[in-house]
C-alpha cells in the first residue's frame, strides 16, 4: 500500500477519536447551558439556589456530574437541602440524567418563631431528569428505599419505599400546554410498605401497605404550613384534584377519584367515586373494634353485598361506594366511619 494511503487510512481511523473531545466538550456545554438557564429561572421566581462547585468528568462518552451541597430556599419560607447530587449523562443525550442522592434530606418550613422541620433519611435514593435546553423541566422521577422519617409528626414512620413522579403539562412547550393559571405540572406519590408511629389508635393498623394519589393542586399554593396560609388557599379556591387514589391498609383495597378541599375548621372535605374490594371483612374489622354500630354495619354489610361485582383479575368482589368528608366526618356510602381532624 502506498504511503499516502496508508496515512489516508490511517486518519479516517482516527477521525472518530479526533471528534470525540468535541463531541464532549459540546455535550457538556449543552448540559450547563440548560442547568443554568434553570436556576436563572429559578432566581428570577425568587428562589435561592446554593451549591458548591458542579464538577463534571467521564470522558470520552458520558458526562458524570456533582453538585456539592445543593439547597434551595422558595421565597414562600420553606427550605431543602441534602446530600451531595450526581448524575451521568450520555454525550448524545445529555440532557437526560440519571441521578442519585441517597442520605439525609431536609425540609424546613414556618414561620421564623416557629420553624418545622422534616427529616427523611434515605439508605438510597435514584431518580432521572429529563431537561428541555430552555431549563424546563419536562420530567422527573425519584426512588427513595429504607426511608426513616422525622419531624412534625406523631412519632417516626418508616417507609419501605417512595417513589415520586413529576410531569410538565404547561410552559412553553407548544406540544404540552397547560391551561392558563394552572400549576406547572401533575404529581405522582406512592409510598409502598408504610409503619406508622407507633402508639397511635388507628381504625386499621399500624401498617400502610400501598399509598398512591396522583393530581394536581388547584389554587395558588400555601405561603406555609400554617393555619392562615392554608385557609388563605381554601378560600382563594385551593383544592386536590384527585385523577387516581389507591390505598391498600389492613382489610380497606379502595381506588378512588375525584376533588378534595378544606372546611372552615381545615378538616377535608369533598366527594370521591370509589371502588371497594373486600368491603364485607372491612365492615366486620370496624365492627369488631366497636368503630361503628352494629345496626350500621348490617346495612353496610348489605349494600355491599346487593350492590357487588366479581372482580375481573378474580380478587375480592368490587362494589361501587361514593367516599364522603364532610361535617368532620368520613362516610362510606350512606355510613360514616370515623372523625376526621383538622390538618394543622
Known amino acids: 500500500m502506498p504511503r499516502f494511503a496508508k496515512i489516508t487510512l490511517l486518519f479516517f ?3 472518530p477519536l479526533l471528534g470525540l473531545p468535541t463531541a464532549w466538550f459540546l455535550s457538556g456545554a449543552v448540559l450547563r447551558h440548560s442547568f443554568e438557564a434553570w436556576v436563572q429561572d429559578r ?5 435561592a439556589l446554593r451549591y458548591a462547585e458542579p464538577e463534571l468528568a467521564g470522558f470520552p462518552l458520558g458526562l458524570d456530574v456533582r453538585i456539592p451541597e445543593p439547597g ?3 421565597p414562600k419560607g420553606w427550605l ?3 446530600p451531595a447530587l450526581t448524575g451521568g449523562a450520555t454525550i448524545w443525550n445529555p440532557l437526560s440524567l440519571a441521578l442519585q442522592a441517597p442520605g439525609r434530606h431536609v425540609v424546613e418550613w414556618g414561620p421564623p418563631n416557629g420553624r418545622l422541620s422534616l427529616q427523611l433519611d434515605a439508605a438510597a435514593a435514584a431518580g432521572r431528569a429529563e431537561l428541555a435546553l430552555d431549563g424546563r423541566l419536562r420530567q422527573a422521577d425519584a426512588a427513595l428505599t429504607d426511608v426513616d422519617a422525622e419531624g412534625p409528626l406523631p412519632g417516626p ?3 419501605d419505599r417512595l417513589d415520586l413522579t413529576y410531569r410538565d403539562q404547561g410552559g412553553p412547550d407548544p406540544a404540552s400546554p397547560g391551561p392558563a393559571g394552572a400549576p406547572p405540572g401533575d404529581l405522582l406519590v406512592t409510598a409502598l410498605g408504610v409503619d406508622l408511629p407507633p402508639g397511635l389508635e388507628l381504625p386499621l393498623g399500624p401498617r400502610v401497605e400501598l399509598f398512591l394519589v396522583e393530581g394536581r ?3 395558588p399554593l400555601p405561603a406555609e404550613a400554617s393555619r392562615r396560609s392554608l385557609a388563605l388557599w381554601r378560600d382563594a379556591g385551593g383544592l386536590l384534584d384527585i385523577y387516581r387514589l389507591k390505598l391498600r391498609w389492613g382489610p380497606l383495597q379502595l381506588e378512588a377519584e375525584g376533588q378534595l378541599a378544606l372546611d372552615k375548621e381545615l378538616r377535608p372535605t369533598g366527594e370521591l367515586t370509589s371502588n371497594l374490594r373486600g368491603g364485607s371483612d372491612l365492615v366486620e374489622h370496624l365492627a369488631e373494634r366497636k368503630m ?3 345496626r350500621a354495619a348490617g346495612a353496610l354489610k348489605l349494600a355491599i353485598f346487593a350492590l357487588s361485582r366479581n372482580a375481573e383479575d378474580g380478587g375480592p368482589p368490587v ?3 361514593p367516599v364522603s368528608l364532610k361535617d368532620g366526618l368520613f362516610y362510606l356510602g350512606p355510613v360514616a366511619l370515623f372523625r376526621l381532624r383538622p390538618v394543622l
Open 217 to 219: 393542586v388547584e389554587g
Open 157 to 159: 414512620v418508616h417507609i
Open 80 to 82: 431543602w437541602r441534602g
Open 292 to 294: 361503628i354500630a352494629e
Open 13 to 15: 481511523l482516527l477521525l
Open 43 to 47: 432566581r428570577d421566581e425568587g428562589y
Open 72 to 74: 434551595v430556599e422558595s
Open 319 to 321: 362494589v361501587e361506594l
